[in-house]
């Protein structure tokens, strides 16, 4: 029996970026984007825990210690890395690419079709899904609503919304390229979560992914945030440096909303869609 499927499940609907009042207004009013680095959002779980942070970004390959028939190929495979490091996290060994930990990425919150049920007939009709709680706590070091309710004003967790994202996407790329970025080197990227530990203490994972696509891959621990990501992929070190500070690609508020509130219990979604049915 053949079962509806969605024909593009990874097209999205809505984006979102959870972020705190101080820069929403300055995204809102001035277009002001701050890319970070998956170092930094490295020592972010160092010390704050994950959620945010994450010390596992950027993860090449990964394999246990003591694993020496299946480490040393892994090893040869990636030598011509010469910034290759390895970090180790109990018995296991993380691979990692020192000059791509250091890229600027900027993240999203992508709402895929695959989030809806699929429908069982065509036509205009409602469709119900939600965004996890843990979402939005991850985004807020998990604080409670009394504790959000304490902070000031600038620092209270809210969350953008980008209304029309291809236009956003445009502005964005367009400042990249007058500040000398080439287009090759603008990557956006959707983000795909695998289970680390999928095959146990003496498993090993080969991403396989050319540098720097390792940065879009992460734990599936992180997969409520159905994350895509602008790559900045060069080497160019004045661009680096002009992208470790904000930039600004002019007025948003055309294109974006702002909602203030705290979404502790997640957000439930309502969209009232036209369904047709896909071409064989």
């Known amino acids: ?158 969350i953008i919304v980008i209304e029309n994202y291809p236009e956003f996407k445009q502005r964005l790329t367009r400042k990249l390229l007058e500040i000398g970025l080439h287009k090759d080197e603008i990557i956006e990227a959707e983000v795909h979560y695998c289970d680390f530990n999928k095959y146990g203490e003496f498993g090993y994972w080969d991403f396989c992914q050319n540098s720097p696509m390792e940065l879009a891959i992460k734990n599936i621990r992180f997969q409520n945030q159905s994350e895509g990501r602008f790559i900045i992929n060069t080497d160019n070190q004045h661009i680096l440096q002009l992208l470790s500070g904000p930039i600004e690609i002019g007025p948003l508020d055309d294109i974006c909303t702002v909602c203030d509130r705290y979404l502790h219990d997640g957000m439930d979604i309502v969209a009232k869609v036209n369904i047709e049915q896909a071409n064989k």
């Open 1 to 158: 029996m053949n079962e509806n499927r969605w024909a593009n499940p990874n097209s999205f609907s809505l984006v979102l970026r959870c972020t705190k009042m101080q820069y929403a207004r300055s995204f809102f009013k001035n277009g002001q984007i701050k890319f970070s680095t998956p170092e930094s959002w490295v020592k972010y779980e160092e010390e704050y825990g994950d959620g945010r942070g994450d010390r596992l970004e950027g993860t090449i390959a990964t394999f246990n210690i003591w694993d020496i028939e299946n480490s040393l190929p892994i090893l040869k495979k990636y030598s011509h890395y010469t910034d290759l490091f390895s970090v180790p996290i109990g018995n296991r060994i993380y691979l990692k690419r020192k000059r791509d930990m250091q890229l600027p990425c900027f993240c999203l919150y992508y709402l895929k079709n695959s989030m809806f049920p699929c429908p069982e007939k065509t036509g205009i009709q409602e469709l119900k899904t939600s965004i996890p709680y843990s979402y939005f706590r991850d985004f807020a070091d998990n604080l409670s609503p009394e504790e959000v309710k304490k902070l000031p004003e600038d620092e209270k967790p809210v």
